[in-house]
């Protein structure tokens, strides 16, 4: 099994920053991608940004230039920087990993999520 531990969400003003962060533990056998997805209510989930296992990254046209997504392959960990935040930035945020287990097929793992309020 896979644990998807994700800390860093919570209330911040218009304008501010967060950081969020995920831990990966369990029975890895690799990581091809680790990324963050949100979901506003009433909204389907939607893709945030993801890094792969080579350091590219692709980013949700709504978050360019404002969030930054960063790994670490030997921690199994992301973090995901989020600056210039507004009020439709409010979501829970979802981590994911892309990934295969021991002896097992690829497939996506995803966390509890975190919630994210962006409000004056």
């Known amino acids: 099994q896979v644990q998807l531990v994700e800390s860093g969400g919570g209330l911040v003003q218009p304008g501010g920053s967060l950081r969020l962060s995920c831990a990966a533990s369990?029975?890895?056998?690799?990581?091809?991608?680790m990324g963050w997805y949100r979901q506003a209510p009433g909204k389907q989930r939607e893709l945030v940004a993801v890094?792969?296992?080579?350091?590219?990254?692709n980013y949700a046209d709504f978050v360019k230039g404002r969030f930054t997504i960063s790994r670490d392959n030997a921690k199994n960990t992301v973090s995901l920087q989020m600056n210039s935040l507004k009020a439709e930035d409010t979501a829970v945020y979802y981590c994911?990993?892309?990934?295969?287990?021991?002896?097992?097929?690829?497939?996506?793992?995803w966390g509890q999520g975190t919630q994210v309020t962006v409000s004056s």
């Open positions: 890094i792969n296992r080579d350091g590219s990254t």
């Open positions: 994911n990993l892309d990934g295969r287990l021991w002896a097992g097929a690829r497939n996506d793992y």
């Open positions: 369990g029975s890895i056998f690799w990581i091809y991608a």
